[in-house]
């Protein structure tokens, strides 16, 4: 049973940055997936962006293209999301989500295994 813990959440003002880290216990083999999701209150959950090391490429939401960033240090075993030009309506509490063995192939959380407890992320103007 993979663990993923969050951190990284914080209050800034719009136009800001962030960077969410997300720290797995186990390794995760040679396919695998790691996303970030994100739920605003009173929204559904949404995809933000994951990375499929069997697809090979990185997908993001639209509203978030070109803002955000997912990237790895392999090493610490620890995927990031970097976040710039942050807007008011990315407040929300993020979660980092992984799936090992297995191909993604889009932002439906159905395709993830494993859950963090999230890391609230709060944007003022």
């Known amino acids: 049973q993979v663990q993923l813990v969050e951190s990284g959440g914080d209050s800034v003002q719009a136009g800001g940055s962030l960077r969410l880290s997300c720290a797995a216990s186990?390794?995760?083999?040679?396919?695998?997936?790691m996303g970030w999701f994100r739920q605003a209150p009173g929204k559904e959950r949404e995809g933000v962006g994951r990375?499929?090391?069997?697809?090979?490429?990185?997908l993001y939401v639209d509203s978030v293209k070109g803002r955000f960033t997912i990237s790895q240090d392999r090493a610490k075993n620890t995927p990031y999301l970097q976040m710039s030009k942050l807007k008011l309506e990315d407040t929300a509490m993020y979660y980092c989500?992984?799936?090992?063995?297995?191909?993604?192939?889009?932002?439906?959380?159905?395709?993830?295994?494993?859950w963090g407890q999230g890391t609230q992320v709060t944007v003022s103007s």
């Open positions: 990375f499929s090391s069997g697809v090979g490429d990185t």
């Open positions: 186990e390794l995760m083999g040679s396919d695998y997936c």
């Open positions: 989500a992984a799936a090992r063995s297995r191909l993604c192939w889009s932002l439906r959380s159905t395709e993830f295994d494993y």
